[in-house]
Structure formats: C-alpha cells, structure tokens
C-alpha cells in the first residue's frame, strides 16, 4: 500500500525533470511507472482506469462518498428519527419500539419518512468531503512523512486524515442537519425542507443553520476518526490473523465481505465515542436560542447516553453499508485499491540486520 502511494507522491514532486524516464518491475514485479516532462507519470497498476492520487481518482473517491452516505443515511430515516426523539423527550418516546409505536399511532406510516430530504441532501454533501478529502488528506501527509514514517505512524495518519477531511465536510453538512432535527422533533415545524428552510432563515437567520456546527463537529470529527482508523486496522487485522490468504488471491466479492465486516465493527466503536455529542446536537437543534453547555446541561450525563442502542444499530449498519458501497464504487470503476499496508523492505534489513 505504502509503496505504491509513496512511489506515486514521489514521481509526481519529479515532475519538473526534462528527460524521459522508464521504470519497470517494481518490488512485485506488478507495476510499471513512467515519467516524462510532457505529461503526468503513472502509477497505475495494470487493470486500473487511472493514477493512484489523480483528481479522476480523487473525483471518483467523492462520487463514492456521496453514494455511500447519502443512499445509507436516507434509507435509516425512520430509525434515525425516533433515535432524535427519545434523546429530547424521553418521558415521551421510552425506548425504540415504543418511540415506533407511538410515532405511528400519533402521525401514521408517513411520519417515519419525515426529514428524508435534508438527510439525503446534506449526507451526500459531507460524504462527498468525508471520502474524497480522506483520500487527499492521507496522500498530502503520507508525502509529508515518507515512506517509513508512514508506516510506522499509520493510525495517526489515518485519524489525522479523517479528522481534517471530517472538519470541512461538516459545514456541508450543519445546514441540512439543523433542518432535518427540527422537521423530526419540534412540534409546529414544517415538515418538509422546502418550507422549513426559509422558516429557519427567517427566525434565526443564517447563525440558525450553524449554531449546531461546534457540537456536529465534537460527534463526527470523534466518529470519523474511530471509523476511518478502526475500519483500515480491522482490514489488516482480519487479513493477518483471520483470511487463510492474501488479499490479491480473495475475489473481489470475497474482499467486499471483509469490508462490510471491518465496517460494522468500526460502526459499533464509532456510535459510542460519539453519542453524548449526538444527543446535544439533537437537544440543541430543539431548542430555540441555546448554546452547546445549555443542552448538555439540561440532558445531564446520563441523558447524554439515551437512545445509544438504537444508534448502535443504527451506526454499525450504515458504517458497514457505506463501506461496502464506497468500495464497492472502487471496484466497478476499477480504482487502484492499494494491499493492506506491509513493512517497506528498509525497514526489514535494517531490522534483520540488527537481529544478527
């Protein structure tokens, strides 16, 4: 993995070179890259549509975020929102099949599709900037660091990655989150985002769509992290100790199963780190007026915790699903998808040559 990508940061900081260069059999004999002053070098493995960190790859990473999360989020709607109404009236709302139950009795089957709009909008906004900028988060810093360090630091490049990457999308996404929390739990409140969206701007103006912004990014910067930095381990991991292969010798079908279960393992971790801040999001876009310290205070420590199995379901899934389609979209584009990462062979002389 590794190699690969550093092959590819590298050549393209040699850009600038006049001659024409030809490099061939690169560690496993697989890959050949090739470098002129007239045009762009390749590092595209054989079978692949384009160049690892090319802006098609780049393109097509973000058009892969807005499927996985956009398809993902609008069809768990009806989940979600119950979820939103038992963190912010659980006298009301006691838990997940009596918050369906009584949404249904109260407001009918299509109460449950309320906020799909503004989910389906602004989810596929930010997974737009969740995938593709991860992707060029991770290749910017893996130049910074090198091959070796790269290696050696590969979780922190991952959180870091993930974190910045997390940061941008989320200002994407608050807009449309104010919207949908306030159509699924403030009685009175239109109930689409054609009506709701003025409504909003009107009453609060435009520090009403951004007033959740701080608190979104306390859940989802944690959540991206856990999910982007526990998904690669687990891939390594389930490659390593679990699959009796490697990966080039699975089939493509048989690399998407250990997606989707890397996937749901890394959802499970990210619901916990980032429910106390899902549920002041979801207090906070209740409320009229308010800040961050208000909502906390007013749901208590343990009210931060209300409705977390629900969001376990809910979050182990949809992480699960988003991976299997983001590279599921890698697959049928044919995007290069890099090994599981493996020491560079400096590192394992040099560590050989200690051990004699």
Known sequence: MYRQLYDSIRRKSDNNSEETVSLSTVNDGTRRFSAAATAPPSTTEL?????YGSAKFYALC???????CGITHTA???????????????TKYKGIVNGFKVTLAEEGFRALGKGWAPTAMGYSIQGLGKFGFYEVFKYFYAGLLGEERTYQYRTSLYLAASASAEFFADIGLAPFEAIK??????????????AGFPLLKKQEGLMGFYKGLPPLWMRQIPYTMMKFACFERTVEAIYKFVVPKKRSECSKAEQLVVTFIAGYIAGVFCAIVSHPADSIVSKLNQMEGGNFYTAGKMLGWRGMWRGLFPRIIMIGTLTALQWFIYDS????????????????????NRLAEKQK
Do not use: N
Request: include cysteine; proline fraction near 16%; charged fraction near 25%.
């Open 329 to 348: 979209v890698k697959v049928y584009f044919r995007l290069p998808r890099p090994p599981p990462p493996e020491m560079p062979e400096a590192m394992k």
């Open 47 to 51: 079978g692949d549509s384009c160049e």
């Open 181 to 194: 929390v306030r159509i699924q739990t403030l009685p009175g409140f239109p109930t689409t985002f054609r």
């Open 62 to 68: 973000g058009f892969g975020g807005i499927l996985s």
């Open 76 to 90: 768990l709607v009806p989940l979600d929102m119950v979820k939103c109404r038992i963190q912010v009236d659980p």
